[in-house]
């Protein structure tokens, strides 16, 4: 049973560049959530998926969109790069009141 | 103030040693209290998750809360350098639907 798998593993951006990042949930989960995890730091709730609406967002500007599927694998789009949004971008699935797995996650970098 | 505030470490122990990681969060509504484990370039693996005051133990794990003090402590008895990675704390509201807080989490070197 493959778990949560992310694309891709690496990527690096330019300053006002967007980026796509692709997220497969764990088989049987339905609810995907994103984090943004700068080096050195915990991570931090982006925004959570369920039912291919956003269910719950956290403290993050509007450059952050997503998208979930039918399939339950997730999108999550940033627009207008800026330097700080370098980090590890972590993908976690669940469902209902089961806990949380976590993907490799995407390191993106910004030039 | 941050919601969840963690030791910062690094810390570094001899194998063997016992092994005390720390947090406080500054809200009684968080009432879901987990640690995850890190590996260098991988994704958060939880390893312990409890929603009442007490301890509860896995194998060399102990996750202790003390909610009136809005503490809570992980614990690593006879520790491993396998067991060397960043140790996370994170805690939620609800038990379902979970949107976790973390911790900034403490980097731990256990040497042979």
């Known amino acids: 049973d493959a778990g949560v798998t992310q694309s891709p593993t690496h990527l690096i951006k330019t300053r006002g560049q967007q980026v796509t990042l692709r997220c497969s949930p764990k088989s049987g989960h339905d609810t995907v959530s994103w984090y943004q995890q700068a080096l050195g730091q915990g991570p931090q709730f982006i925004f959570q998926y369920y039912e291919e609406e956003e269910r719950q967002r956290g403290n993050f500007p509007d450059r952050f969109s997503g998208h979930q599927f039918p399939n339950y694998s997730s999108e999550l789009n940033v627009n207008a790069l800026l330097l700080g949004d370098s980090a590890l971008y972590l993908c976690?699935?669940?469902?209902?009141?089961?806990?949380?797995?976590f993907g490799p996650g995407t390191r993106l970098t910004v030039l | 103030q941050k919601e969840v505030e963690q030791d910062p470490g690094p810390l570094s122990v001899p194998e063997g040693a016992i092994v005390s990681l720390n947090c406080t969060y500054s809200?009684?509504?968080?009432?879901?209290f987990m640690w995850y484990r890190q590996y260098s370039r991988k994704g958060p693996e939880l390893l312990m998750y409890?929603?009442?005051?007490g301890n509860k133990e896995d194998g060399r794990f102990t996750a202790q809360v003390d909610k009136s003090s809005k503490y809570i402590s992980l614990f690593i008895r006879d520790s491993q350098p396998s067991d060397s990675a960043t140790y996370l704390c994170a805690i939620s509201r609800s038990g379902s639907a979970r949107q976790l807080t973390f911790g900034s989490g403490t980097q731990l070197t256990v040497l042979p």
């Open positions: 809200n009684s509504a968080f009432q879901y």
């Open positions: 409890t929603y009442s005051s």
């Open positions: 976690a699935s669940s469902q209902g009141r089961d806990l949380e797995y």
